[in-house]
Each structure stands twice: as C-alpha cells, then as structure tokens.
C-alpha cells in the first residue's frame, strides 16, 4: 500500500508538454497539442486521485489518519481542478476529512465495514458466484498483471493484491505511465 508520504501533491506544471515532432517527427496541429496536453494532465489527476483514494481505504492509523484529517481533500481537491467530475470529488474528499476529524470512531468503523461484518468486503475476489474456486487462479492473474508493468504491493501491507488500495494503487500507476506516453507523444 502506499504511505501519506508517497501521495504527492498534484502539479500541472510537472507534467510534460506534448513535444512538436516527437510522433513520426511531425508536427501536430495546435489545436492537436491543446487536446494532448490537457489529456496528460488529466491523467495525472487521476494518478493522483486514485493514489489519494487508495490511501482513504487503508485502516486509519497513525500517518494514514493525519493524512485523512489534514491532506486527502486538499489533494483530492488540487487533481479534481484538472477534472470533469472535480466539484464531485472534491466534496466527497472534503466529507470524509471532516468525518475523520470529527470522530475517533473511523478506525473502528473501518474494522467493522472491511474486516468483521465485512459489510462492504475490500477484495475483488470475493465478488461474484463461486468466488472460493476462482480465488487462486485470480489472484495469480491480479499478480501477473501487477508483475508485468513493474508494480509490487508493499510487503508491509499484509493485503492480498485483489484488495481495492492496491487495485487503486496499479490503476495511479496505469495512469502515469499513460500520462507519460502521452506527454512524449508516444501514443
């Protein structure tokens, strides 16, 4: 999982421009250009939602608490900028940290709906008919995806990879290097 400290702000400006011949070596249309760049940044807010988001659903403990109370919706709110459902992400950024500071109870309740009522389960794997004898053959195909483009959960999570933080955490990474292609105009 990630750590409050790995969620970095969202910066427009350290996204890279679309580059002028960097495709075929021909120049793009500026009209082209506009639409490119606003896609790169784009997806880098996502990147960073999703990141913010997979921090959210981690237990709330310690520095993921401090992040909940004071960075998730200024972060939230710094990539929705950038975003069509922004105004929607950032009110939901900002109702949970005003939650999160309100009560001490989040852990508890984040026990009670993910782990002991498991009202809301957070594993992909437990959704669906006959989940028990598709788990195995899942969680290995969740790996190989992870494995083939260079993610590796942290160790220090104890999840399994069909937990939704790490889905959230490869989807950042899908997003950046996306965003990155793009940006050189690879794609």
């Known amino acids: 999982m990630i750590t409050p400290k790995s969620v970095r702000q969202f910066d427009s400006s350290t996204v890279r421009p679309f ?3 960097s495709a075929g070596g021909t120049a793009e249309p500026p009209n082209r250009r506009t639409a490119e760049q606003g896609s790169v940044a784009s997806l880098a807010a996502r990147a960073a939602t999703a990141r913010a988001l997979a921090l959210a659903l981690a237990p709330p403990r310690g520095a993921t608490f401090d992040f ?3 960075g998730l919706a200024r972060k939230v709110t710094d990539a929705a900028a950038h975003l069509e ?3 929607a992400l950032r009110a939901a950024a900002e109702t949970l940290a005003r939650a999160a500071a309100e009560g001490e109870g989040l852990a508890a309740e984040h026990q009670r709906l993910f782990y002991t009522e498991m009202a809301a389960t957070p ?3 437990e959704y669906g008919r006959a989940s ?3 788990k195995g053959p899942a ?3 969740i790996l190989g995806f ?3 483009f260079g993610f590796r959960p942290a160790p220090a999570a104890a999840e399994l990879p069909d937990h939704i933080g790490a889905e959230l955490e490869f989807l950042g990474l899908l997003l ?5 292609a793009r940006g050189r105009g690879a794609v």
């Open 132 to 134: 028990a004898a598709r």
């Open 146 to 148: 992870y494995e083939a």
């Open 68 to 70: 909940l109370v004071g």
């Open 19 to 21: 580059q002028e011949g």
């Open 85 to 87: 459902d922004g105004p």
């Open 176 to 180: 950046l290097k996306d965003a990155d």
């Open 123 to 125: 594993y992909e794997t």
């Open 139 to 141: 969680l290995a195909d």
